[in-house]
Each structure stands twice: as C-alpha cells, then as structure tokens.
C-alpha cells in the first residue's frame, strides 16, 4: 500500500511538499516515483528515486523546481515542489516501479496509491 499526502492549494511560485508512504512493503526493493494527471490530458512521470536513493528520472517541465528524496527507514519518499506554476495543477500519485521498469514511459509499475490534489491558482 502506498499512500500520498501533502496536496492542497498553492499560489503561483509558491511551494508545497508532498509525501508517499510505502505501509506493506521495503523501500528496498523498489524504484518509487512521483507521477501526475492534469485535468483532460494523460498520466505522465514526474521524478523517481531508486531504492539506493539516486534520482533515476526527472521531467523536463519541473528540473529545477521538483526535488524529489526519500527516507527508507520512514518508508516515506517525498517530493518537494517549489516556483508551483498554473499547469503543475495535477492529481499527484506515487508509485512503486519495478527496477527494470521505466519512470518516463511509465512501464513495470506494480503498486499505485491514492493520489492528492494540487492546485496552484491566484
């Protein structure tokens, strides 16, 4: 089970920090990403980290802003989300990616959890 939290409202350019929490399995054994829904378009990867905790993929539209880190002891990976723009506005959900899976084409994926809600409007 993995459970994301941290969603809500934010200003343009203003920051939110979202968390996964992995409940039932290792961090260990799993590659976990960030991925995002925006109203009307398809699911696509935002940033993933691998179990030894090297940052495996990053999209393009939030290198710079989006920093995603985890803690295994916690079994909690977060993404930090700085200089929030309109068009970050997404249901967020993380997930556990097989590592031979792939984060940008999203393939390999074994667990989603529930997403949350960011909206970044004035």
């Known amino acids: 089970q993995l459970q994301a939290s941290g969603g809500g409202l934010a200003q343009p350019g203003g920051s939110l920090r979202l968390s996964c929490v992995a409940s039932?399995?290792?961090?260990?054994?799993?590659?976990i990403g960030w991925f995002r829904q925006a109203p009307g378009k398809g699911r696509e990867g935002v940033s993933c980290i691998s179990a030894s905790g090297s940052i495996t993929y990053t999209a393009d539209s939030v290198l710079g802003r989006f920093t995603i880190s985890g803690d295994n002891a916690q079994k909690t990976v977060y993404l930090q989300m700085n200089s929030l723009k309109p068009e970050d506005t997404a249901v967020y959900s993380c997930?556990?990616?097989?590592?031979?899976?792939?984060?940008?084409?999203?393939?390999?994926?074994?667990?989603w959890g529930k997403g949350t809600q960011v909206t970044v409007s004035s």
């Open positions: 039932t399995f290792s961090l260990d054994l799993y590659t």
């Open positions: 997930a556990a990616v097989d590592p031979r899976g792939s984060c940008q084409y999203l393939y390999g994926i074994d667990y």
